[in-house]
């Protein structure tokens, strides 16, 4: 695979010194375990994303076509939930399975699996880029986030919106985050649907988050609960993420 260039490659590359400019993403990150150049890292980050914003909150990630999709699309991260919870509602194909969506929102509410799909959705083929440094493409649909963030009412002091999964790693379960800006992409979706068939278990079924702008760690897998935050501070560690909490990866992770 030939690693495209990013503002992330250039700002770790500069931080790091000696290291070339193109690198892939596990590249990156290896070169980066350091606390001061994590923590440089974190300041680049917030630029990046302010620079985001500034050539325009709506911008869309690349989308291809059909006869561009990668022939496999390997899983990463847990496959199958150890959740009892969660297995049992496979074996039954999700029959049962309700998202809800609370915290500071107008309307907590409760979504099954049959509402969302009959919701109004969107198909997007776009590129998941890994910070281990492999990408695929892949077609994704599912209900965008905002419909769902709509229909509760985020309250005025809501600043994150938190996902929470049904998987865990050593005992921690896998949470992740975004800000509403990203919350309100277009192209932001909880995908039911990949490749023209249901989503595979593999890759998170019954729901998964797309954020396409964002690198993979970020596309949370077994999606069960959303949460609006007014701060990422109490959860985990603080850092708003489990990958950003154990092993210290960005936050925001544009690409």
Known sequence: MVFS?????????????AAPLVL???????????????DALGSSEDLARHVQRLLGGEALAPEFEEAEMSPVFRTNGN???ADSAYQALAQRNFA???????????????FTLAEIMAMPSRTQITRHDCVEG????????????????D?????????????????????SKYYESIDLDAAHHPQTILAYGMNDAPLPIGHGAP???????????????????????????SLGAGRGGYWEDAIGYDWYAGI
């Open 151 to 171: 229909q509760t009412g985020l309250k005025q002091d809501a600043r994150y919106v938190v996902f929470h999964c049904a998987d865990d790693f050593s005992g």
């Open 79 to 81: 496959t199958m939930p």
């Open 24 to 38: 892939s993403g596990c590249d990156v990150f290896g070169l980066a375990q350091s606390q001061g150049v994590n």
């Open 207 to 233: 729901l998964r988050l797309r954020v396409e702008r964002q690198l993979g760690y970020k596309q949370a897998k077994f999606v069960m609960r959303i949460e609006a935050v007014a701060s990422l501070d």
């Open 134 to 149: 492999w990408s695929a493409i892949g077609k994704w649909t599912g209900v965008p986030l905002a419909r769902l963030l």
């Open 96 to 110: 049962g399975f309700s998202l809800a969506v609370d915290g500071l929102v107008e309307r907590p509410m409760q």
């Open 5 to 17: 260039p990013t503002r992330r490659t250039f700002l770790t590359a500069g931080l790091v010194g």
